[in-house]
C-alpha cells in the first residue's frame, strides 16, 4: 500500500484538552519517526466524538477512512480502556483491512469510599478488550495491571511498554530556559477536583489539600511556589487560590520546559511526574487511583509517590518525601536500567510495527 506518498499511520488516541495528552503524542511522534527510520505522516483521530464532525474512534467512518488512507493504525496512547473515551464498532472493526497496533493503554480501579478499590463504571466492556486484541496485530499495553487484567480475560502475548513520555528527555534535549526564571520556582501540578475519579468526600478535601501541600513546601523553605495547570478546567479552579500564583501554559514544548527548569514539581498529574522522571527534575507524585500507581510500580520509582487517599498518612509521608529530595538523582540512577529497558521495548515495538506495514 506504501507509495509515493511516504508512511501513513492513522493514530487514534485521546484528544482533550488536558496536554498531557499532547506530551504523549508530542513523544510518541518523536519516537515513532526514529524507529521507523523514515518520514511517517501520523494521522490523528480523536477517540470519541469531539462534535467537529472529524471520524473518530474505531467507527464506521473512521475505519472506511483508514481502510482507504492508511498503511496501518495505532490504538494509543492513553486511558482508552478505563474511562470510557473510546468508540468501538465491533461490525466495522471486522472490515479493518490494515495492521492495528495496540499501544500504551491503560486499565485501572479506582478507590471507593471505603478506601478499598473498585471497578470503574466507565471502563472499556471486557468483550470490547478481546475484540480489539483479536483483530491487533500485537497488544502493548501501560502497565503490568493493565497486563494482569487483560490476561484474566484470556488475551495472549500481552507486552509492557509503559509511556512514551520517557522519551520527553529526548525531545526537550535543546529546550532553552524559559523567558521567565523557574530555577526556584516549585511547581504544584494541580488537577481539578471535578474532573478526578474520587469518592466525593476526597474530591471536596482537594482544596485543602493544596494548601495543605503549600504550606508543607513553605515550611520546607521554599517560597517560589506555582500552581501548573494542564487544562481550562484546572485554570478555573487555580483561581480559587489568592494566596498562590499560577501557570497556565497551552503548548507542549514551552510545558516541557516549565518541568525542564523547575526545582522541584508536586504532581497531582501522572504526566507531569513522567516528564520530570525523564528529565531529571526532582519530582513527587500525588496519587488517587490504580492506573498511576501501576506505572510507577511498573517503573519501579512508587517510592517518590505519595497516595492521597489514606490521608493519615499524606502529610508526613509529603513532608518525609521533601526532607529526602536530595537522594532523588540516586533512585533515578538505580532505575536507570528499568527507565532502558522500557524505552528499548517502546522502540522495538514501533519498529516492529513500521517493518509490518512496509
Not at 102 to 131: A, H, M, Q
Not at 257 to 278: A, D, G, M
Not at 300 to 323: H, Q
Amino acid at each position: 500500500m506504501n507509495s509515493d506518498h511516504g508512511t501513513t499511520i492513522f493514530n487514534v488516541r485521546p484528544q482533550t484538552e488536558n496536554i498531557g495528552n499532547e506530551v504523549i503524542d508530542f513523544c510518541l511522534k518523536d519516537v515513532l519517526a526514529l524507529s521507523a527510520g523514515r518520514p511517517v505522516n501520523l494521522v490523528g483521530l480523536p477517540s470519541n466524538k469531539r462534535g467537529d464532525g472529524r471520524p473518530f474512534g474505531l467507527t464506521s467512518r473512521s475505519i472506511y477512512d483508514i481502510n482507504n488512507m492508511a498503511d496501518g493504525v495505532i490504538l494509543g496512547a492513553g486511558n482508552l480502556y478505563e474511562n470510557g473515551d473510546l468508540a468501538v464498532d465491533a461490525n466495522a472493526l471486522k472490515a479493518l483491512r490494515v495492521p492495528l497496533l495496540v499501544f500504551g493503554v491503560s486499565w485501572g480501579d479506582v478507590y471507593n469510599k471505603n478506601g478499598g478499590t473498585s471497578r470503574r463504571t466507565d471502563c472499556l466492556p471486557d468483550e470490547t478488550i478481546r475484540l480489539l486484541s483479536s483483530v491487533a496485530t500485537r497488544t502493548f499495553v501501560r502497565d503490568q495491571l493493565t497486563a494482569d487484567h487483560l490476561g484474566s480475560l484470556g488475551v495472549e502475548n500481552v507486552e509492557v511498554v509503559t509511556c512514551p513520555t520517557l522519551f520527553c528527555k529526548d525531545v526537550a534535549k535543546n529546550y532553552v530556559p524559559p523567558r521567565y526564571s523557574v530555577s526556584d520556582t516549585v511547581l504544584i501540578s494541580i488537577r481539578n477536583p471535578d474532573r478526578m475519579s474520587v469518592h466525593p468526600s476526597l474530591q471536596y478535601r482537594v482544596y485543602e489539600d493544596i494548601k495543605t501541600v503549600w504550606g508543607i513546601l513553605r515550611d520546607h523553605g521554599y517560597q517560589d511556589i506555582k500552581l501548573l495547570c494542564h487544562d481550562y478546567a484546572d485554570l478555573r479552579f487555580a483561581e480559587a487560590f489568592d494566596e498562590i500564583d499560577h501557570l497556565y501554559v497551552e503548548g507542549v514544548q514551552e510545558f516541557l520546559t516549565v518541568l525542564k527548569y523547575c526545582k522541584i514539581n508536586v504532581s497531582f498529574r501522572l504526566h507531569s511526574f513522567l516528564p520530570c522522571v525523564s528529565m531529571g527534575t526532582p519530582s513527587i507524585a500525588l496519587t488517587y487511583d490504580r492506573r498511576a500507581e501501576a506505572l510507577l510500580e511498573t517503573l519501579g520509582i512508587d517510592d517518590w509517590s505519595v497516595n492521597i487517599i489514606r490521608e493519615g498518612e499524606f502529610r508526613s509521608a509529603l513532608s518525609e518525601k521533601l526532607t529526602q529530595i536530595d537522594q532523588y538523582d540516586e533512585m533515578l540512577r538505580r532505575q536507570a536500567g528499568t527507565i532502558d529497558m522500557f524505552r528499548g521495548r517502546i522502540q522495538s515495538a514501533l519498529s516492529a510495527f513500521a517493518e509490518e506495514i512496509g
